[in-house]
């Protein structure tokens, strides 16, 4: 095989080639769109997506009840140690 | 009869879910061992098979294992859209081969010369596996 012959079976290959991947590669894009817009559109999705942001939420709003729980906790411990101080105090008060 | 019936559905129904399961395996399947083997076989076998059975051809001979440690360089480097590149060009080659052997009358001579339409077939499969993978990632 001479080297012309090689060149020109070579160019043009690499052209037969770059088409047929342009075409398969045309035709993933437009499958991978298709199933974005099926998978954007599919109820299971969706409500999967929408429990995952109520999961999300409601993580949140437990973490900012155990903050207000340990804070009420506190308060009632000072209020408790308050009451049984004013509680003495009147007693040394009815003593006298 | 009717057991007869049932029985056959059953094994269809098997060997249904068999070839899908083969067909989900190839289109979806990591692809970097055969890549490896692709490149391996393309800075190895490629040059010497050609130079033995076509004679001395430089794009062929040369080129060839370029693009295979090419091949290898971004499966190395774990890069998509070097992998897609390397692949292509691989697939190029292994196409290019196919094509010589059947303009040298070389390609229906022995079922052992279709084994470049084997590899043609392979690296274009992995092409498009990686193709996947790329879109798969970007699309989320």
Known sequence: ?96 | MNRLKLKAQEIKAKLTARIDSLRIIWQYSDSQPTEITLAAALVILYPIATYLELGYSPIMQVLAPIAGLYQLYCVSGRCLSCRVRASWVTFSFYLLAAVMYLYCGLLFKGPSYWGWILLSVSSFGSLKRIKKEELHRKNG
């Open chain 1, 1 to 96: 095989m001479d080297n012309n012959t090689q060149i020109i079976l070579a160019v043009v290959t690499l052209l037969g080639s770059a088409g047929i991947w342009k075409y398969a590669e045309a035709r993933l894009r437009v499958k991978a769109e298709l199933r974005k817009e099926e998978q954007s559109t599919n109820d299971t999705v969706l409500y999967r997506d929408d429990l995952r942001n109520r999961v999300e939420e409601m993580d949140k709003a437990l973490k900012e009840a155990h903050k207000e729980l340990l804070e009420l906790t506190q308060k009632v411990a000072k209020l408790e140690t308050e009451n049984s101080f004013l509680r003495r105090e009147i007693d040394i008060l009815k003593r006298n």
